[in-house]
């Protein structure tokens, strides 16, 4: 029997699908997307927790701070740049509609496609998490209005209140295992199909793209009413 709520969010989520771009995951994807993970990984690739694209993997990365609401009901991925224009652009838009919402959560993966500085500021960023400063790291990077060079950023995260010297020290002892994140990031970006960055999981939701603060407050309604459903 479909009730009019049931009714009502599947309009939402066709509405939005169609304002937005997005595209609704299977639940055989939300699961481990594995239609897209054959194209990615050998037919001998383990599935479940050790896939990389399993929801687990996706959502829930033991090694990547979750910001926003730690206990919320929807989780929101965001794949990208610190140097991507655009989504410098989008991160207020994303960084309002999270704070208005009060119950996402959200999960900030870096995927660095800019080249050598861009590495560097992700590495950076993962690093900082080891003094308890992962957040305080990545919105300093994202509002800088310089470019960025490694003394740029050096600086900019000294002005945020994160060790500098500590974010090196930890960085070298913690190489293998940022730089292994990094990996897991561009494995699941490449296997959900994103051409760049921004790119967002939300929910079981695919965006390509950059949305405004209404945009991100409509797929985020759509994922929860999606989820409200099961």
């Not at 994303?94 to 500085?117: C, N, Q, T």
Request: aromatic share 6%; charged share 20%.
């Amino acid at each position: 029997m479909t009730t009019r709520r049931s009714y009502f969010a599947k309009i939402l989520a066709v509405l939005v699908a169609a304002a937005c771009g997005l595209n609704r995951l299977t639940p055989a994807q939300a699961q481990s997307n594995e239609a897209q993970s054959r194209e990615a990984q050998s037919n001998d690739a383990q599935s479940g927790a050790d896939d990389v694209v399993s929801r687990d993997s996706v959502w829930r990365d033991p090694d990547i701070p979750a910001q926003g609401n730690p206990d919320g009901d929807v989780t929101l991925v965001e794949y990208f740049d610190y140097q991507c224009p655009v989504c410098k652009r989008v991160h207020p838009d994303l960084a309002r509609a999270v704070r208005d919402d009060g119950k996402v959560r959200l999960v900030s993966k870096g995927w660095p496609i800019f080249g050598g500085v861009s590495v560097h500021a992700a590495r950076i960023a993962l690093a900082a998490k080891y003094q308890g400063k992962f957040a305080q790291a990545h919105e300093a990077l994202f509002t800088a209005k310089v470019p960025l060079t490694e003394a740029v950023i050096a600086d900019l995260l000294s002005k945020a209140g994160v060790d500098p010297a500590r974010t090196a020290s930890d960085l070298a002892a913690n190489r293998t295992a940022i730089d292994a994140v990094l990996a897991r990031n561009q494995a699941q970006a490449e296997a959900f199909g994103f051409p760049g960055t921004p790119a967002f999981i939300v929910g079981t939701f695919r965006v390509n793209g950059g949305l405004d603060a209404a945009g991100f407050k409509q797929v985020i309604a759509a994922a929860r009413a999606a989820q409200e459903q099961r």
